[in-house]
């Protein structure tokens, strides 16, 4: 079991001093490590792995398709993140991954209102592409 090493890209340190990893499955794999778990955000289903891994149906640019099996999903991530290397991939790896990273910093404590903003200074500046995806986040909080 391990972790992401600070400062590789796409990896993110939580408020908790987690780190996961965000990525584009459009692009390569990365150098490195291999995940330990994957949390892949798709709207239909993603190759399989060497490592274990868990499907969300996430329609390009939309919200997942069952919004009620989110927070479990995350919140099994978070826990496997104290030590494993986690990582939340879509097709591009900003809207879908950016949406799912700012609510798994909301289950780490910060507040769902400064979560897109959050995600955006600690991931990507373009991470969660759409308002409802924003608002998504915003109202991820209040659940």
């Known amino acids: 079991m391990g972790s992401w090493e600070v400062g590789t890209p796409g990896v993110l340190r939580l408020p908790s001093e987690r780190l996961v990893r965000g990525r584009g499955l ?6 490195g490590p291999l995940p330990e778990y994957g949390v892949y955000l798709l709207g239909h ?9 868990r499907w969300v149906r996430w329609p390009d640019f939309r919200l997942p398709a069952d919004p009620a099996t989110l927070p479990g999903v995350l919140a099994e991530a978070l826990r496997r993140a104290a030590g494993e290397r986690v990582e939340f991939a879509c097709a591009g790896g900003r809207g879908r ?3 799912a990273l700012a609510c798994l910093a909301v289950l780490d404590g910060v507040p769902a209102a400064e979560a897109v ?3 955006r200074a600690h991931y ?3 991470a969660v592409e759409t308002p409802w995806q924003r608002r998504f986040v915003e109202r991820f909080g209040a659940a």
């Open 117 to 119: 903003g959050w995600v």
């Open 97 to 99: 991954t950016g949406t």
């Open 26 to 31: 459009s692009r390569p794999l990365p150098d």
């Open 124 to 126: 990507d500046r373009r």
């Open 45 to 53: 289903e993603p190759p399989g792995t060497a490592w274990d891994a």
